[in-house]
Nanobody, 125 residues
Framework: VQLQASGGGLVQAGGSLRLSCAIS????????MGWFRQAPGKEREFVAS????????YYADSVKGRFTISRDNAKNTVYLQMNSLNSEDTAVYSC???????????????????WGQGTQVTVSS
């Protein structure tokens, strides 16, 4: 399983970005997926998770109402739509796959067994 994140960049505060994560593998719909981020000098933190079917989602309190996670199983891709960005959202964003479970959502780093390389998001104030 390989994950490739893209879509990061530089955006002004209040702006939007959409991240994409393309995943190889024949059984993508069987994977729960997550997005995490790591700001400079900080630990990696959970952002959002989505179940294999896409029916269940879960968000960190810091992004709830601003970010939306979604997936297109036909395209083997998971997305993170980020709106109303602020400087505290600046980080490297990584996608992750839990290939052992798909019915639920997961927020712990240890729940995920495959990780992408990350994409930089910088929000200027």
């Amino acid at each position: 399983v390989q994950l490739q994140a893209s879509g990061g960049g530089l955006v002004q505060a209040g702006g939007s970005l959409r991240l994409s994560c393309a995943i190889s593998g024949r059984t993508f719909s069987s994977y729960s997926m997550g997005w995490f981020r790591q700001a400079p000098g900080k630990e990696r933190e959970f952002v959002a998770s989505i179940s294999g079917s896409g029916r269940s989602t879960y968000y960190a309190d810091s992004v709830k109402g601003r970010f939306t996670i979604s997936r297109d199983n036909a395209k083997n891709t998971v997305y993170l739509q980020m709106n109303s960005l602020n400087s505290e959202d600046t980080a490297v964003y990584s996608c992750a796959a839990n290939t052992l479970a798909y019915t639920s959502v997961y927020s712990r780093i240890s729940d995920y067994d495959y990780w992408g390389q990350g994409t930089q998001v910088t929000v200027s104030s």
